[in-house]
């Protein structure tokens, strides 16, 4: 509808018109989370952990996101005046802002790490994309002595077809095939070349993907992987093979249909979902295994279709301590990281910023005189155990053992927060860092804890493993 076309602009563009805010909902308010640097909100001053009270005289109590959003969000040149009330600040600020075209960087960071690495973060394939990641790569590679690439692909949902062309055209020659799309329509059954000179086709190249990777960060993947020109490390992609066309309609509405699937050069689809097989409640299931058709790269190694693109090299996520989803489902890091930046006026640069003993410690204090509930796995086993032994009417010596060992799992849990010290001070970290750099600094301050980016530096360091991985000669070693 007419009232959703500022977002589909976005999905496309990258531009729309309004503060340039991240936003939350806290309680029964919604929440500043992260105002975009450079831009109306930031700009006319609100930070993140500002509670957005009133909007233009009209209170805000009980909205949600997409509610507050719709407000928030209009005609570049208009104002709105915001009543926030501040975390450790008596009374309400009043905010005029002027609502400006926010326009979102599909490139949020890119630089040189160690050892001539160059590193691109792409967030989004909108229509900047591709001209963004040349102009990035021709600076890194003409200016800052770039050797090698790590292009990093985790978290980007997709977005234009011929976006992701253009990249691939980056790193491959001219008149290279890229994708084809085959749909019910003989209209919608193309091929897309290359249609360029390459920037590089022999600097040696690695994508880092996960689980948020789709559609067109997977013709990237997929076909850089297929043509054998990447290395691809991470985790298996979401696996979203469809392309949609918007059609317009009457009342300044569009249509968003499905005209087609794509296929990479090797001839895969890695559609996910078979929306022709559902299950009793609608819901479409996966393509089955023994659907699933094995094609080869350029040198003859195998790839599969119908379940995203497998990397070369599996990163495991490491399974994080429950204390931490606890802690950010009750927003204990925002909060926290809110008090610090009211209290501290600057800290180092993002990539050289850590918390200090005393600093962590803090943490630790302010953590523990918050009220929120933390249940361990070995608790809720524990709950079970003592609901069995209660129906059976277990001796009274071994309800005294089961209720010991209660009181042991709670002492230890109360140290959660200091057995788990590594894990939680990189998100703390994180968090504070993204309040004086935003996301650029989040970014930043990631690279050094990053374990693919860790996997990416062993292997760029290791040229025959590079090239063995290509030619399908790599046998991994057991760890």
């Given at each position: 509808p007419e009232s959703d076309i500022e977002d589909y602009r976005f999905m496309t563009t990258g531009q729309y018109g309004g503060i340039g805010s991240l936003i939350t909902k806290k309680d029964s308010f919604v929440v500043i989370s992260e105002p975009y640097e450079g831009f109306a909100a930031q700009k006319g001053g609100l930070m993140a952990g500002d509670v957005i009270i009133e909007v233009d005289g009209k209170s805000t109590l009980n909205k949600n996101t997409s509610e507050l959003s719709k407000i928030l969000k209009g005609e570049p040149g208009t104002m709105l005046v915001m009543k926030i009330q501040r975390p450790g600040t008596e009374g309400l600020l009043t905010k005029e802002i002027v609502r400006e075209e926010v326009t979102l960087d599909a490139v949020p960071y890119f630089g040189m790490l160690e050892n001539n690495i160059g590193y691109i973060k792409l967030n989004t394939f909108t229509e900047t994309a591709s001209r963004d990641v040349k102009a990035e790569f021709n600076t890194l590679k003409?200016?800052?002595?770039?050797?090698?690439?790590?292009?990093?692909?985790?978290?980007?949902?997709?977005?234009?077809?011929?976006?992701?062309?253009?990249?691939?055209?980056?790193?491959?020659?001219?008149?290279?095939?890229?994708?084809?799309?085959?749909?019910?329509?003989?209209?919608?059954?193309?091929?897309?070349?290359?249609?360029?000179?390459?920037?590089?086709?022999?600097?040696?190249?690695?994508?880092?993907?996960?689980?948020?990777?789709?559609?067109?960060?997977?013709?990237?993947?997929?076909?850089?992987?297929?043509?054998?020109?990447?290395?691809?490390?991470?985790?298996?992609?979401?696996?979203?093979?469809?392309?949609?066309?918007?059609?317009?309609?009457?009342?300044?509405?569009?249509?968003?249909?499905?005209?087609?699937?794509?296929?990479?050069?090797?001839?895969?689809?890695?559609?996910?979902?078979?929306?022709?097989?559902?299950?009793?409640?609608?819901?479409?299931?996966?393509?089955?295994?023994?659907?699933?058709?094995?094609?080869?790269?350029?040198?003859?190694?195998?790839?599969?279709?119908?379940?995203?693109?497998?990397?070369?090299?599996?990163?495991?996520?490491?399974?994080?301590?429950?204390?931490?989803g606890s802690l950010l489902r009750n927003t204990i890091f925002f909060d926290y990281a809110t008090s610090f930046r009211l209290s501290h006026d600057s800290i180092p640069p993002a990539k050289l910023f850590s918390l200090s003993d005393e600093e962590y410690n803090a943490f630790v204090s302010y953590t523990k005189s918050k009220d929120f509930e933390h249940e361990t796995q070995t608790e809720r086993i524990l709950d079970g155990l003592k609901e069995v032994a209660e129906n059976e009417k277990c001796a009274e010596t071994t309800m005294k053992q089961i209720e010991a060992l209660e009181q042991q799992l709670g002492t230890e849990k109360n140290n959660d927060i200091i057995k788990h010290k590594t894990e939680l001070e990189l998100i703390l970290r994180n968090e504070i860092v993204s309040r004086y750099y935003y996301q650029t600094g989040r970014i930043e301050a990631n690279l050094s804890s990053d374990n693919e980016m860790k996997k990416a530096f062993e292997v760029l360091a290791d040229t025959s493993m590079y090239s063995s991985i290509l030619k399908g000669t790599f046998k991994p070693v057991a760890e």
């Open positions: 003409d200016s800052l002595g770039m050797e090698t690439l790590v292009f990093d692909l985790r978290g980007n949902g997709g977005g234009l077809l011929m976006e992701a062309v253009e990249i691939v055209n980056i790193f491959v020659p001219k008149g290279q095939e890229v994708v084809t799309t085959r749909g019910k329509i003989t209209d919608w059954n193309k091929t897309y070349n290359t249609r360029n000179s390459p920037l590089d086709t022999e600097i040696p190249l690695i994508v880092l993907i996960d689980p948020y990777s789709a559609s067109a960060s997977e013709i990237v993947s997929g076909t850089l992987q297929d043509l054998d020109r990447a290395v691809i490390i991470g985790q298996n992609s979401f696996g979203k093979g469809l392309v949609q066309q918007t059609m317009p309609l009457s009342y300044n509405s569009k249509l968003k249909v499905t005209v087609a699937k794509y296929y990479t050069p090797s001839g895969r689809c890695i559609q996910r979902l078979d929306y022709t097989d559902k299950d009793e409640k609608g819901k479409a299931k996966e393509v089955a295994d023994s659907s699933i058709t094995q094609f080869e790269t350029v040198n003859g190694r195998p790839v599969f279709d119908g379940a995203g693109i497998e990397p070369d090299l599996e990163v495991e996520v490491n399974e994080l301590p429950q204390i931490i």
